[in-house]
């Protein structure tokens, strides 16, 4: 998904970047984040190969998966992490690098009017 614009599912590592994503995802709907989990009962990771070092889980709701893994989700309504089966259809929210380019517009100023 995210990487057909060059990005990554999001990852969190701060509460900040928790609460912007509950404010900016403006839905009652879980939404996927980029973390990963191989297999059940094992290590989570994010998909974008950041440290996993944000640990918010206190309200964390674990599925059974047939698969075994698991991928994570946020409910913005309450910032509840949780994880789902990866094959569920869910909102998403990708994180791209920022980019310096500066692109000049080929329009012509207004002038001011008299």
Partial sequence: MCAQTGGNLLSLHTPEERQFV??????HTPVWLGGLQAQQ???W???DDT??????WTNQRHR???EGG??????PTSG??????CGELKFYICS?????????????PVEPAL
């Avoid at 698991?70 to 409910?75: D, K, Q, S």
């Avoid at 509840?80 to 089966?85: C, F, I, M, R």
């Avoid at 791209?96 to 012509?108: D, G, L, M």
């Fill in 51 to 56: 440290f996993f070092t944000f640990s918010c």
């Fill in 41 to 43: 009962n094992g290590s």
């Fill in 45 to 47: 990771f994010w998909s």
């Fill in 70 to 75: 698991a991928c994570m989700a946020i409910t």
């Fill in 22 to 27: 509950r404010l900016l995802a403006n839905t």
């Fill in 64 to 66: 059974q998966t047939r």
């Fill in 80 to 85: 509840e992490l949780h994880s789902a089966p």
């Fill in 96 to 108: 791209t690098a920022a980019s310096s380019t500066v692109s000049s517009s080929s329009r012509k």
